[in-house]
């Protein structure tokens, strides 16, 4: 399978931010040459990986890509599913996840009433179109969230609403945005399921605990201490979706777990922030699966290797990260006990080089206990 001639293999990833960076690298171990397409200017700068920058709508440019690759996957959801339905048309050997999938995890009022129609719960939730629609469910639910119910990530575009009389303040663009609200779940901590798909066969990561302060995820925890009933309930959402997705690679859902019972919160189909654990801490990765998945080779089954926990590097995390390394005196202030992890052999240390943004994350560390 691996000869000379099999090098000549590209894979085409749509997206230059991280995930398109650390799938690149899995690709590349593998012995496989990366196409990247990237609607920024400036995506990650060490994406070692031919770029075009250009529209996702450009599908002249969509095209000249497909040509270059053997097999094209995605790095965020918010490809426009116009773009994947016309390489489902021209290219759809080459294609590797399909738009009916990408069209419901880019919505979330499409990606809740999915999780419903196959029996899945998810929070109480209603389309809002005026001022008076949140009035309405408010009053019926107490503390709501309302969400844009396209293109959010990492806490955009989300307004918590615990009090009435703040409503009619709540700026709204009924006329170009879809807006959803979703009940407020007191929930005892988050939990996600990474899984890889290949045809009728279905991978499961070990299920990371995940902690986010404002609507960033900061920590996935990997300690063996969600109850079985909750992994095996969570590893039963992953069978019962991948059942209803036409999809090849890596996915994930997020949960709230409430008592003993899971509430899905949103999907992606993609690899997903709380896997990157598996880098360091499993006997593959998510990105490895991926690119496995979509070129035909073999998929692994995960194990754990270590416990331990992966930690966002965010925003100005990175300042006290360049600090260390030009004093090699300064103590990171990255994690709450500002622990110095540089110099920590079992700190397994990933920076994604993207232009600082307060809030934007910038790399992270996946440490092995
Ligand atoms: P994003 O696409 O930005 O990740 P999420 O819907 O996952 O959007 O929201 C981010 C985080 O905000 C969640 O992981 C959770 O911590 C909190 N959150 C979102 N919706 C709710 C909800 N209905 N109840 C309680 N917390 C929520
Ligand atoms: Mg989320």
């Not at 036409?246 to 997903?272: C, K, L, Y």
């Not at 992966?310 to 260390?324: A, T």
């Not at 006990?337 to 700190?347: C, E, G, I």
């Amino acid at each position: 399978m691996f000869c000379k001639e099999n090098f000549g293999t590209k894979i085409g990833i749509l997206g230059g931010g991280q995930l398109a960076q650390m799938l690149s690298r899995s690709a590349k171990r593998l012995g496989f040459g990366v196409e990247i397409f990237s609607d920024e200017a400036n995506p990650c700068s060490n994406l070692d990986a031919n770029i075009t920058v250009s529209d996702f709508n450009h599908l002249e440019e969509i095209q000249h890509f497909a040509k270059k690759c053997d097999f094209i996957t995605i790095e965020t959801e918010n490809i426009p599913s116009g773009t994947i339905k016309f390489l489902e048309e021209q290219s759809p050997k080459k294609i590797t996840t399909s738009s009916s999938f990408v069209e419901i995890s880019q919505n979330r009022i499409k990606e809740k009433k999915f999780a419903q129609s196959l029996g899945i719960t998810t929070a109480p939730f209603s389309v809002v179109k005026s001022h008076h629609d949140i009035t309405t469910f408010f009053e019926e639910n107490g503390a709501s969230i309302l969400k844009t119910a396209t293109q959010g990530y990492d806490g955009k575009g989300q307004t918590k609403i615990t009090n009435k009389t703040d409503i009619s303040t709540i700026p709204l663009n009924v006329q170009n945005t879809q807006y959803i609200i979703e009940k407020v779940i007191d929930f005892h901590f988050e939990v996600s399921v990474i899984a890889t798909k290949q045809g009728e066969n279905l991978v499961i990561f070990p299920i990371p605990h995940n902690i986010h302060s404002e609507g960033i995820l900061r920590e996935s925890h990997i300690y063996g201490k969600i109850s079985k009933q909750i992994v095996d309930m969570v590893s039963l959402c992953a069978k019962n979706v991948s059942k209803h997705i036409q999809h090849t690679g890596t996915f994930a859902i997020e949960f709230f777990v409430v008592e003993d019972s899971i509430i899905f919160n949103e999907m992606a189909p993609r690899v997903h922030n709380s896997g990157h654990f598996s880098q360091n801490l499993c006997n593959v990765c998510q990105f490895e699966n991926h690119i496995r998945a979509i070129t035909n080779l073999p998929i692994i089954q995960p194990k754990l290797l270590h416990y331990g926990k992966m930690v966002n590097i965010i925003g100005r995390d990175i300042h006290n990260l360049d600090n260390f390394l030009n004093a090699n005196t300064v103590q990171c202030q990255a994690f709450e006990n500002s622990d110095n992890f540089l110099d920590k052999p079992n700190n397994f240390i990933h920076l994604y080089g993207k232009s600082f943004a307060e809030n934007r994350k910038m790399g992270h560390v996946n440490i092995i206990d």
